[in-house]
C-alpha cells in the first residue's frame, strides 16, 4: 500500500513512468471494480470488464491536475472514470434503443444493471446525481463511490475523511434523495 501512495504522489508530481510502475500494482483491484459494475451485464455484450478497465486507465493516464492524496484517493477517481464511461455507454445504447416503465434502480445491489434494457435507468440516475452534485456535492460524491465504485462504508470513509457514521447518515439521506427524485421522473 506504502508503494502505491509512493507511486501516486510522483505522478502527481509529473513522473509519466510512476503510472506505468502502478498500474500493475492496482490492476487487479481496478478489474474487480469493473467486475461490479459488469457482473449482471448480457453475454455479447462489447464492453467488457478488461475494457472498462483500459478505458478508464485512458482516462486516468491524462490526468495532470490531480493531486493524488493516497490509494482510496486513486480508486475513487478510478470509480468516477468508469461511471462515466458506462454512462455515456448507456446514452449510446438508449438512444438507438428508447426503454419504457418506471425506475427499479436499488443503490442497495452490490451490482450494476448496465444490460440494454436498463440503459435508461442508468443515464435517470446520472441526471439525478448530477442535480444531487448541485444542491449536495458531498453526498454525490459519496453515491459515486458506494454504488459506482463499489466502496465499502470504511473505505468511502477513508476517501472523504470523515467517520463512518457519517458516511452512514449521509448514506441513508443521499438514497432517499434519489428515491424521491428518480420517482418524480418516471
Do not use: C
Not at 510522483?10 to 478489474?31: I, N, Q, R
Not at 493524488?68 to 438507438?96: C, K, P, T
Not at 439521506?173 to 420517482?183: F, G, I, N, P, R
Amino acid at each position: 500500500m506504502h508503494d502505491v501512495t509512493q507511486l501516486l504522489v510522483k505522478w502527481s508530481d509529473g513522473d509519466k513512468d510512476a503510472f506505468e510502475e502502478l498500474l500493475p500494482l492496482v490492476y487487479d483491484e481496478l478489474h474487480l471494480i469493473a467486475h461490479r459494475y459488469l457482473r449482471r451485464e448480457r453475454e455479447g455484450q462489447t464492453l467488457q470488464t478488461t475494457a472498462l478497465v483500459h478505458e478508464a486507465y485512458l482516462k486516468m493516464i491524462d490526468q495532470t491536475r490531480v493531486k493524488w492524496q493516497n490509494r482510496s484517493h486513486f480508486f475513487g477517481i478510478a470509480a468516477q472514470a468508469m461511471r462515466r464511461i458506462l454512462v455515456d455507454n448507456a446514452r449510446r445504447r438508449h438512444a438507438e434503443k428508447r426503454g419504457s416503465g418506471g425506475i427499479k434502480i436499488s443503490l442497495d445491489d452490490k451490482e450494476i444493471d448496465v444490460s440494454d434494457e436498463r440503459a435508461a435507468e442508468l443515464i435517470m440516475l446520472d441526471e439525478a446525481l448530477k442535480k444531487l452534485e448541485a444542491i449536495d456535492p458531498e453526498r454525490s460524491r459519496l453515491v459515486e463511490l458506494r454504488y459506482f465504485g463499489g466502496l465499502s462504508i470504511e473505505e468511502t470513509a477513508e476517501v472523504l475523511g470523515v467517520g463512518t457514521a457519517t458516511v452512514n447518515r449521509s448514506w441513508r439521506v443521499a438514497k432517499a434523495w434519489l428515491y424521491k427524485e428518480l420517482s418524480a421522473a418516471a
